[in-house]
């Protein structure tokens, strides 16, 4: 028997500007691929990997979908420089982030969102040290 043990959870809050966000949904990129997620009021992008084992594509999508579809761009960017990324345990049926997360048995891992946000010159991201 597959047992996951979990701590609370939690609010749906971004790690960048502790608002709400909405639960991720379909989102179809320019080059035609879809993938779930959504963007925050503060302009962090998420994107949601149900498995655990995508998270280099989600990082992908993440980044693209935060410079507005621009690859060139997002190519271009250098973490922690340029932007940062925060990834979250997430509970998608019940909207709400897990905290306390442990060892995942028989292989299966956890639903997780991905968070980006770009900085601006000379800003820091709200909320980071």
């Known amino acids: 028997m597959t ?3 979990r ?3 939690r609010e749906p809050l971004c790690p960048f500007c502790r608002r709400l966000f ?3 949904h379909d989102i179809k990129a320019e080059l035609g691929n879809i993938f779930t997620g959504g963007k925050c009021e503060c ?3 998420y994107v949601f990997d149900r498995t655990g084992h995508n998270l280099g594509e989600a990082y992908v999508d993440a980044l693209v979908f935060a410079c507005h579809g621009d690859w060139e761009t997002a190519w271009k960017l250098t973490p922690e420089i ?3 990324i925060k990834s979250l345990y997430y509970d998608f049926e019940g909207h709400q982030l897990i905290e306390g997360v442990s060892k995942v048995s028989r292989g299966r891992t956890n639903e ?3 968070f980006i946000a770009l900085k601006t010159e000379g800003q820091r991201i ?3 040290n």
């Open 3 to 5: 047992k996951i043990m």
């Open 7 to 9: 701590g609370g959870s």
């Open 22 to 24: 909405e639960r991720p």
């Open 43 to 45: 302009g962090a992008a």
């Open 82 to 84: 340029d932007y940062e």
């Open 112 to 114: 997780n969102l991905l």
């Open 126 to 128: 709200e909320g980071t």
